[in-house]
């Protein structure tokens, strides 16, 4: 999708990846579904995703759903006061936190195919040839194991 359509910033706005090309509000349950004509000229792309974004921050939502017109602010979403190296170096502290899984949650294909998650490969040098360790995607996107603590009884 195109930048104002991502993934990131449908979220900023309550929307949720329910399959291609439709999102749904994680409050007011709306179903919007965003299909671009991919014939399109480029001006008249630009027009249409103008449209979607336009409707995607407020008409798409139900009239009274707390995200129309409030999204995430964008000063929560910067990562501040860590180095590359600080957050590398935690992105691998997750990763080696997998060693203690017997096994690890299936990574679903679509996820697989996704421009995300060739960013999220971009970012850690991943070469695009290479198989891809789970714990890997799983560690850079903020997953982490943590071992199961004993029950207790009342």
Not at 117 to 139: C, H, I, M
């Amino acid at each position: 999708k195109p930048q104002g359509l991502a993934s990131f910033e449908c979220a900023r706005y309550g929307w949720t990846n329910i399959k291609t090309d439709t999102l749904k509000c994680l409050c007011c349950q709306k179903i919007f579904v965003v299909t671009i004509d991919k014939a399109l000229q480029p001006q008249n792309r630009e027009a249409v995703i103008a449209k979607f974004r336009e409707q995607l921050v407020s008409e798409a939502h139900a009239q009274l759903c707390p995200w129309r017109d409030s999204p995430v602010p964008q000063a929560l979403l910067q990562m501040t006061g860590a180095s590359v190296s600080e957050l590398l170096g935690e992105c691998s502290a997750r990763m080696d936190s997998f060693a203690l899984c017997a096994s690890l949650p299936v990574l679903s294909p679509e996820f697989l195919r996704s421009p995300e998650y060739r960013r999220v490969l971009d970012a850690v040098g991943w070469p695009s040839n290479r198989r891809v360790d789970p714990r890997l995607v799983l560690a850079c996107t903020g997953w982490e194991a943590s071992p199961l603590l004993p029950a207790t009884s009342p």
